[in-house]
């Protein structure tokens, strides 16, 4: 009995670290297990936090979360920041025509091969329409700049490329999307119906003056007031997660609204399935798209011409750009889908929705998968600039020394 005590003593002790490491893990995925819950919710409660209902979701998470989003950012970015971005054209390019050019024509291929091998209809083709206006639409106001800032990139850049392409959005989609519907008959209900999208100008500008452009200025206005409190602040109380709360609340009224409309319910099972992991295989080659676009090989930028035209630009850049890029907003996808097609019947147009919404909601989940690795990528480089630096430091003291001497990097 004396000789076990010991040995499960020990092992009692062994496990202790096991379990701390199993609850940190646990811990670092809150963000998947928040959105499994709020899923549940949704689909068991779908009236609370759809639009239009019990706590008014359309005004209370689209004006009043995002808001504190954009509140937080206002408040954690310095403006010189702010007004270098703005004027970072190739930034703009790269981000813009990778977001409402090279995507729509990705999409456009894809449904184009679908509709050749799937003469029986297998995938609804209220899905491929779904595809196309998701493609067109810009990339989405708040998961963004929240995803940017949690994976070390710079949010300001985020910031600033999100504020362009939600002003341009309502300008391109709604003709975009309508050109590049296929012309057979099986979508004249998409191509012919043209809405009136009057209503839809004034509450997506609205929305994004309410809920994105004041509270940036009113964090800018204290921030510059208090430049040394709200940055304290800001670190003791660990304000920025209140960002990841927020998303989990969009998430929540995205899917109220699609479970209370019975968009997923009425699709088959195959166009799900298909959806769903068309999602996930489409965000993350977008996300790699992106990132080589960023840092392209050194085989492209040793060419004579490459080293002007394929530019690295820096690692803090290339993470708001690998987060902005492939991502698609469903706060002015739905609005524009709706006032679009207005005199489509509500479940073709419940079923077109269906693509916007999980796209929307599958990119967080694998965005929060790529802050992890962009977070470890962006230490990596950063520590081989640093050896880097040392080793061209020491090679200039050795020179300044004729070979004596130690660097100072050692």
Avoid at 101 to 128: E, K, N, Q, T, Y
Avoid at 215 to 231: S, Y
Avoid at 391 to 404: H, Y
């Amino acid at each position: 009995m004396s000789q076990c005590a010991p040995q499960d003593a020990s092992t009692s002790k062994d496990s202790y670290p096991r379990l701390k490491q199993l609850l940190l893990f646990i811990l670092h995925q809150w963000l998947l297990i928040g959105i499994g819950a709020v899923c549940v919710l949704a689909y068991y409660f779908p009236d609370v936090a759809k639009h239009g209902g019990a706590i008014r979701s359309e005004y209370s998470i689209l004006y009043g979360a995002m808001a504190l989003i954009f509140l937080i950012s206002g408040l954690s970015i310095p403006r010189q920041k702010l007004l270098l971005h703005f004027l970072n054209w190739r930034l703009h390019i790269l981000v813009q025509a990778f977001s409402f050019l090279f995507i729509p024509a990705l999409i456009l291929a894809v449904v184009h091969i679908i509709l050749a091998g799937d003469s029986d209809g297998v995938i609804d083709r209220a899905v491929l329409a779904g595809y196309v206006l998701t493609a067109c639409i810009p990339t989405t106001i708040a998961s963004n700049v929240v995803m940017t800032r949690s994976a070390g990139g710079d949010d300001a850049a985020a910031l600033v490329e999100v504020l362009i392409a939600n002003f341009l959005g309502p300008f391109i989609t709604a003709a975009w999307t309508v050109t590049l519907l296929p012309q057979s008959a099986e979508f004249e209900p998409w191509r012919d119906s043209g809405g009136d999208l009057s209503d839809m100008y004034r509450d997506v500008f609205k929305q994004l003056g309410l809920s994105v452009l004041l509270p940036l200025v009113v964090g800018q206005l204290v921030r510059w007031t208090w430049p040394d409190k709200t940055a304290h602040v800001l670190q003791k109380y660990h304000i920025s997660k209140i960002g990841t709360v927020c998303l989990l609340l969009l998430v929540w009224s995205t899917f109220s609204s699609c479970f209370a409309t019975g968009a997923l319910q009425t699709l088959s099972t195959q166009s799900i399935i298909f959806t769903v992991c068309f999602n996930v295989a489409l965000y993350i080659f977008l996300t790699v798209i992106c990132f080589y676009l960023c840092r392209p090989p050194e085989i492209l930028r040793s060419s004579r011409y490459g080293k002007h035209v394929f530019q690295r630009i820096p690692a803090e850049e290339t993470i708001a750009v690998c987060f902005c890029g492939p991502a698609k907003s469903t706060a002015l996808g739905i609005p524009l889908l709706y006032a679009m097609w207005t005199p489509v019947d509500l479940y073709l147009k419940a079923k077109t929705s269906v693509p916007v919404l999980l796209y929307t909601t599958e990119q967080i989940c694998i965005a929060h998968f790529f802050v992890h690795v962009f977070k470890r990528w962006k230490n990596r480089v950063n520590r081989k600039g640093d050896l880097e630096g040392c080793r061209v430091q020491g090679e200039v003291e050795s020179g300044e020394v004729k070979g004596g001497g130690e660097s100072s990097c050692r």
